[in-house]
């Protein structure tokens, strides 16, 4: 059992006196009748609607978007929009995001509201593989892939990068996988190398790839399956 009030907290996100005026203005229903009384005690499953919408209390939620270019991985910016105003999600204020991306990089995007599940798929030690595919300013030069085989040096880093694997499309276009996630890595390796990244797209996560589903902006839940293959790492 929770009390009403608390219950609104939890799902809406909101305080305790902002729950106490949506009971007032009747905006909050338990079984289609409009409760006032904060206190009452309900079962935490109970048929509570705010505004007309079903509220649930949840566990953790995880979700996959692909992140289109132009919006950042904050939840407030001064001057860009965010990926958070893309989410049609109650309190969506309590998701964070689980590896960064650039505001011009695209791609998969992983959201959540679990530390612990966040922390296996972006701590160093679990080496989650994160493959993008890079467009560069210059063709590739021929000993690239042994450089990323062998580890860089970026600047203002002290060790090399781990080993990365670089597979060429075209000239001018690559896949590269890293084991790691230094700021800005993708660029500055190539920066290292002496080119440039012209646009970055990151297609997988671990296990998970980028469903082709997803137009940019567009996200899902993920299935149980996707959220059990990152505890599996070691």
């Not at 160093?124 to 030069?141: F, G, I, N, Q, S």
């Amino acid at each position: 059992m929770i009390r009403l009030d608390k219950f609104l907290c939890e799902t809406l996100g909101i305080t305790r006196k902002q729950a106490a005026r949506l009971l007032k203005e009747e905006r909050v229903t338990l079984d289609g009748t409009a409760i006032k009384n904060g206190s009452l005690k309900i079962e935490e499953d109970a048929d509570v609607e705010f505004d007309g919408v079903a509220l649930r209390l949840s566990g953790p939620r995880y979700f996959m978007m692909n992140k289109p270019s132009g919006y950042v991985c904050s939840h407030d910016d001064a001057y860009n929009p965010t990926v958070f105003i893309l989410l049609d999600e109650i309190g969506a204020e309590k998701l964070h995001i689980a590896g960064r991306l650039d505001g011009d990089t695209t791609g998969l995007l992983l959201l959540t509201d679990d530390g612990q599940w966040s922390h296996r798929v972006t701590s160093p030690r679990h080496k989650c593989d994160k493959t993008y595919r890079v467009w560069l300013a210059e063709p590739a030069a021929a000993d690239t892939e042994r450089q990323f085989a062998s580890g860089v040096q970026l600047r203002g880093e002290k060790e090399l990068t781990l080993p990365a694997q670089m597979e060429r499309v075209t000239d001018d276009e690559v896949l590269l996988t890293i084991h790691e996630g230094k700021y800005h890595q993708v660029k500055r390796m190539f920066a290292a190398v002496g080119n440039k990244v012209e646009a970055l797209h990151r297609e997988s996560v671990g296990q998970l790839t980028l469903d082709p589903e997803l137009e940019p902006g567009e996200y899902r839940a993920l299935t149980e399956a996707e959220v059990a293959s990152f505890l599996a790492t070691k």
